[in-house]
């Protein structure tokens, strides 16, 4: 229980295009979902909170309107990077709360979204 | 606000040995989670194992336990018998008891690699 998937795996886009990238809980409902940006050797860093039905929620620094966070469904949180530059490739990877088995309190990941900026 | 510390950017140990990853945290909090995640090179995030602050017994997974010290504010990772497949990077977390208000984010660590030398 508790498996979070992405997609797409890997992107590889042109500078100036815009990219979607889809978190999904296979097994659980999430209201809630977050969206992580780690660079090579690095720690996690949290962009933004997902919020089913409302505004995400976005960590200091980040630009809003760069990085469109639309959480439609229970099960579905999306990440938009508009107009894309080659200094946003990074791993981009989200998380749920699981609740498979009472466990609300862990957050479970999915597997990441490589973003390629050429 | 809160924070984790990892001292260890890199530790190594050879299979089938013991070896313990350390993690400090800070928190004005009496009550919270701390979780230890594994993210290997496929750089999907791996829940280890996971503590509550409320109790006082030391989690254990098989060959993973923690060595939980609330009032020291120390959450090491200790790895019996280690295999090939554990080398890793390893991340402690935190995460606010709290069920509101972005408090279900986690705090992360920088992270330990773990090398295992056959």
């Known amino acids: 229980g508790a498996v979070v998937s992405q997609h797409p795996s890997r992107v590889i886009c042109k500078s100036g295009t815009s990219v979607k990238i889809e978190c999904r809980s296979l097994?659980?409902?999430?209201?809630?979902m977050f969206w992580y940006r780690q660079f090579p050797k690095q720690s996690l860093m949290l962009m933004a909170t997902?919020?089913?039905?409302?505004?995400?929620?976005?960590e200091q620094g980040v630009e809003k309107d760069k990085f469109l966070i639309n959480h439609a469904s229970l099960t579905l949180s999306t990440l938009t990077v508009t107009s894309a530059h080659p200094e946003d490739s990074s791993f981009y990877i989200c998380?749920?709360?699981?609740?498979?088995?009472?466990?609300?309190?862990?957050?479970?990941f999915g597997p990441g979204t490589r973003l390629t900026v050429l | 606000a809160q924070t984790v510390t990892q001292s260890q950017p890199e530790m190594s140990v050879q299979e089938a040995e013991t070896v313990t990853l350390s993690c400090t945290y800070d928190?004005?909090?009496?009550?919270?989670?701390l979780f230890w995640y594994k993210q290997p090179p496929s750089r999907q995030m791996i829940l280890v194992i996971r503590?509550?602050?409320?109790?006082?017994q030391n989690a254990t997974e098989n060959r993973f336990s923690v060595n939980f010290q609330k009032a020291a504010k120390s959450f090491s990772l200790k790895i019996s018998d280690s295999q090939l497949g554990d080398a890793a990077m390893y991340f402690c977390?935190?995460?606010?008891?709290?069920?509101?208000?972005?408090?279900?984010?986690?705090?992360f660590g920088k992270g330990t690699k773990l090398t295992v030398n056959p």
């Open positions: 998380s749920a709360p699981g609740l498979a088995g009472g466990r609300g309190d862990t957050q479970y």
């Open positions: 097994d659980f409902q999430a209201t809630t």
């Open positions: 997902s919020n089913e039905g409302s505004k995400a929620t976005y």
């Open positions: 928190t004005s909090e009496s009550d919270y989670y």
């Open positions: 503590q509550e602050a409320y109790k006082q």
């Open positions: 977390a935190y995460r606010s008891e709290l069920f509101q208000g972005g408090s279900e984010k986690l705090v």
